[in-house]
């Protein structure tokens, strides 16, 4: 399976804002041919999926929490996949994880590729 890498955590103060970005290290792993999420885990609790993209890009669920706050989104020219998060909150400080796999419902499955996570930090 390919790795996934993200970039673009940091500290925040909370009302700002950060997008994160997920590349693949081999440049012949399309994003565009899989379904993306993001995914985050908060120390002492377990993971959970806060977005996802449909292959087709046609398709985007929300966790409740994230709803009109956070948007995911893909580039295709790039390769690139993107997580915008604006009004954070200090409850929104997690390592963000993104994941690729054939469909939405895969992600959770030993289909998926993942990458290391980066750290958001939002400060109240």
């Known amino acids: 399976q390919v790795s996934l890498v993200e970039s673009g955590g940091g500290l925040v103060q909370a009302g700002g804002s950060l997008r994160l970005s997920c590349v693949a290290s081999e440049r012949t792993f399309l994003l565009s041919e899989n379904a993306m999420g993001w995914f985050r885990q908060a120390p002492g609790k377990e993971r959970e999926l806060v977005a996802a993209?449909?292959?087709?890009?046609?398709?985007?669920n929300y966790a409740d929490a994230v709803k009109g706050r956070f948007t995911v989104s893909r580039d295709d020219a790039r390769n690139t996949g993107y997580l915008q998060m604006n009004s954070l909150r200090p409850e929104d400080t997690a390592v963000y994880y993104c994941?690729?796999?054939?469909?939405?419902?895969?992600?959770?499955?030993?289909?998926?590729?993942w990458g290391q996570g980066t750290q958001v930090t939002v400060s109240s």
């Open positions: 993209i449909s292959w087709s890009g046609g398709e985007t």
């Open positions: 994941a690729a796999a054939p469909t939405i419902g895969t992600l959770r499955t030993a289909l998926a590729s």
